[in-house]
């Protein structure tokens, strides 16, 4: 288990026992990755928020049932994955309801839809890693020297990892 692992179990841990500290550490440590995580699987990124929230409060109504003695972090990002598909089959509006009231003809619908299917394929070609960068850098508004520093590399790695993955999206398009 990596040292965030054990960080994050020793969290779930210290919730279990009831110290309301620790679940604000473990959401301020854990939000973004599990953001990404529940990102990659839902289908409307609009709701992303709600979804975020959920997922939480399971983590804290089920850490009393959770087997920490394992990776707890593995068990809060299938928390998230879960969540997401079901969030999915419990949706009954469309990801992409308001488009169509939005736009009334249907040739500019199809290619906006079309368009939008093509980023996510794009996007499904990542890694994990690449997608929490490219999240970091232009969602977060993170500097290179930030990313670096919390990845443990060099600006200049940051800085070329980031055009390699946009020209591998841009291919894929």
Aim: aromatic share 10%.
């Amino acid at each position: 288990m990596s040292k965030h692992g054990e960080y994050v179990n020793k969290l779930l841990k210290k919730i279990k026992k009831g110290d309301h500290k620790a679940f604000k550490e473990l959401y301020n440590c854990t939000y973004n990755h599990l953001r990404v995580v529940a990102c990659r699987y839902l289908r409307n990124l609009g709701v992303i928020e709600d979804v975020m929230q959920e997922l939480y409060m399971r983590v804290y109504k089920y850490v009393q049932n959770a087997d920490l003695e394992k990776d707890g972090y593995n068990w809060m990002c299938k928390i998230a994955e879960n969540y997401a598909y079901e969030f999915n089959k419990l949706s009954v509006e469309s990801a992409d309801s308001d488009l169509i009231d939005e736009y009334r003809d249907p040739k500019e619908l199809f290619s906006l839809l079309e368009d939008k299917l093509n980023i996510n394929k794009a996007i499904l070609t990542l890694s994990e890693e690449e997608i929490s960068i490219l999240y970091k850098r232009f969602w977060e508004d993170s500097t290179y020297e930030t990313i670096a520093e919390e990845l443990n590399s060099k600006k200049s790695t940051i800085h070329k990892k980031i055009k390699l993955i946009l020209e591998k999206l841009r291919k894929e398009l």
